[in-house]
Nanobody
């Protein structure tokens, strides 16, 4: 089992930046993929982006491409979601998730095996 916990959420003004962290414990594997999802008020959970832990390749939803970046710190077993140019539309609970499929293109929640409890991000106008 892999345990994930997000941190770094909070309140930020529109146009500001925020960096979320996802710390993983337990066994991780070569080819493991970490994804970020979010769920806004009254909305379904949607894909934000993902990173391959082995090679660092990333993919992003069109809605965040160019504004958000995902990185990893293998020594700390942590992945990051850097969010820039935030808008109120980015307000959501943000979740990190782990997939054993090994593809950074995994964009469906059903493709992920492990989930963190989420962290709230609120962007004020």
């Amino acid at each position: 089992q892999v345990q994930l916990v997000e941190s770094g959420g909070g309140l930020v003004q529109a146009g500001g930046s925020l960096r979320l962290s996802c710390a993983a414990s337990g066994r991780t594997f070569g080819g493991y993929v970490m994804g970020w999802f979010r769920q806004g008020p009254g909305k379904e959970r949607e894909f934000v982006g993902a990173i391959s832990l082995s090679v660092g390749s990333t993919s992003y939803a069109d809605s965040v491409k160019g504004r958000f970046g995902i990185s990893r710190d293998s020594a700390k077993n942590t992945v990051y979601l850097q969010m820039n140019s935030l808008t109120p539309g980015d307000t959501a609970i943000y979740y990190c998730a782990g997939s054993r499929s090994g593809s950074y293109s995994n964009s469906s929640p059903g493709q992920y095996d492990y989930w963190g409890p989420g962290t709230q991000v609120t962007v004020s106008s």
